[in-house]
T-cell receptor, first 119, second 106 residues
Framework: QVQLVQSGPEAKKPGASVKVSCKTSGYTFTSFDIHWVRQATGQGLEWMGWMNPNTGYTGYAQKFQGRVTMSRNPSINTAYMDLNSLRSDDTAIYYCARRYASWYAFDIWGQGTVITVSS | SYDLTQPLSMSVALGQTAIITCEANNIGSESVHWYQQKPGQAPVLVIYRDTNRPSGIPERFSGSNSGNTATLTIGRAQAGDEADYYC?????????FGGGTTLTVL
């Protein structure tokens, strides 16, 4: 079945970088955009950006421009999200999600990756 | 840019109908999607493109979108419907989420 499996939790210090992976299976990796969404504890969902796994084209929320990089490795059906210059308010659960093309909605989500930023 | 406004919380009696709103200027001109999120779980798509249900989502869930308001309607509410609900819009370049509504089933 279609699955997005994310990498495990990370604890980082302020100023560091983190790279989260999102391994896909059960469908053609290059056929559906991957989006990244984060959620701070007790807060709502926040859209971060997206990537076309076929072309590598990316688009980022203005808030994260310059700090986030989304990439992929098609040979292993995996997408990545790099976030640098981490701050304490980056502490959150980070989700990857597949956007079903004709629906324009996120039909499959990863299980989430907890990133904790603390000195 | 969209500022999607949802009520922070609402409650519904067991078996009754819950209507969750998502407001923004001229939201009716966009496609709105709705997600259900239960504690400790990833969101689940319940309505896409205003009115459509993915397979596996009960018919009790329905949506509409017109003017400045999109709505998610949950009929015959059950205890298992207790969750946070988020509306979502894609404007072609950027994604937007509403602040989320916590639904309590009494």
């Amino acid at each position: 079945q279609v699955q997005l499996v994310q990498s495990g939790p990370e604890a980082k210090k302020p100023g560091a970088s983190v790279k989260v992976s999102c391994k896909t299976s059960g469908y053609t990796f290059t056929s559906f955009d991957i989006h990244w969404v984060r959620q701070a504890t007790g807060q709502g969902l926040e859209w971060m950006g997206w990537m076309n796994p076929n072309t590598g084209y990316t688009g980022y929320a203005q808030k994260f421009q310059g700090r986030v990089t989304m990439s992929r490795n098609p040979s292993i059906n995996t997408a990545y999200m790099d976030l640098n210059s981490l701050r304490s308010d980056d502490t959150a659960i980070y989700y990857c999600a597949r956007r079903y093309a004709s629906w324009y909605a996120f039909d499959i989500w990863g299980q989430g990756t907890v990133i904790t930023v603390s000195s | 840019s969209y500022d999607l406004t949802q009520p922070l919380s609402m409650s519904v009696a067991l078996g009754q109908t819950a209507i969750i709103t998502c407001e923004a200027n001229n939201i009716g001109s966009e496609s709105v999607h709705w997600y259900q999120q239960k504690p400790g779980q990833a969101p689940v798509l319940v309505i896409y493109r205003d009115t459509n249900r993915p397979s596996g989502i009960p018919e009790r869930f329905s949506g509409s979108n017109s003017g400045n308001t999109a709505t998610l309607t949950i009929g015959r509410a059950q205890a298992g419907d207790e969750a946070d609900y988020y509306c979502h819009v894609w404007d072609g370049r950027t994604g937007f989420f509403g602040g989320g509504t916590t639904l309590t089933v009494l």
